[in-house]
């Protein structure tokens, strides 16, 4: 497959994830296939089980397909090696996961600046940048905070931010409102919204909620058992 729209960013083809417990198959993705267009805002829903979780984790790098191709920017992940794998991670993904997965030590602008310490970034810079990414998600006054003497709402600022940090083309959200109550969740949707807007963001959310997802999204990919649905 190649990607004859410079435009296209991600592309599956007959995409497929089988996990083996013992001697027992479990098809967690069957024969997925579809095309995310650079700056799209995808809402990715289904029931629990339905392979929502699966298909970002293909998508960042965190897992591989059985079968099938997934093409991000015209490289095959499934043909990376893990070195190639985990600079796809680093740079060109930013993951948000339900539970914040701060680091509880670290101060909020330490957990932002963490993927600056592993891509090589000096100290100067990596507090300058985390400082400016604290800003855009309006936590700049929280930067000396822990985890614990943060709200959800505000941890789940500090997650986008570190996702944020190196600058990648494409935000990977996993539930991100999935530990927030309805107002604070409101709250994180818009500020995704208006980081997809302002900055040119492709963003791909998994999200229980169909009708958030309906609204705010330009394309809706709703999953069961697996598989794409109308």
């Known amino acids: 497959m190649s990607n004859s729209n410079n ?28 095309s995310v267009t650079s700056g799209q805002y995808v809402g990715i829903v289904g029931k629990s089980g339905s392979g929502k979780s699966t298909l ?12 099938g191709q997934i093409i991000f920017k015209d490289r095959d992940l499934a043909r990376l090696d893990r070195y190639e794998l985990a600079l796809h991670r680093r740079f060109s993904v930013g993951m ?28 100067k ?41 190196n600058d990648p083309c494409v935000i990977l959200a996993d539930e991100p409102t999935g530990n ?10 818009k500020l995704l919204v208006d980081l997809h807007k302002n900055k040119g963001l492709t963003v791909l959310m998994v999200t229980h909620d169909q009708e958030t997802a309906r609204r705010i999204s330009g394309m809706v990919i709703q999953l069961k058992d697996g598989m794409i649905v109308e």
Do not use: M, W
Request: hydrophobic share 40%; glycine share 8%.
């Open 96 to 123: 948000i996961f339900q539970s914040f997965n701060l680091v509880p030590s670290l101060s909020a602008l330490d957990n932002v600046i963490l993927p600056l310490i592993f891509s090589g970034t000096n100290k």
């Open 180 to 189: 927030l109550d309805s107002q604070t969740s409101e709250e994180i949707v």
């Open 125 to 165: 810079k990596r507090k300058t940048r985390g400082l400016e990414i604290l800003e855009q998600v309006g936590l700049e006054h929280r930067k000396n905070h822990y985890p614990g003497e943060l709200s959800g709402g505000e941890a789940q600022r500090v997650a986008i931010a570190r996702a944020l940090v």
């Open 7 to 34: 435009n296209l960013i991600i592309q599956t083809q007959d995409l497929s994830k089988i996990y083996e417990k013992g001697k027992i198959k479990v098809p967690a993705l069957r024969d997925i296939t579809f």
């Open 56 to 67: 970002l984790n293909l998508i960042g790098g965190l897992d591989r397909p059985t079968n």
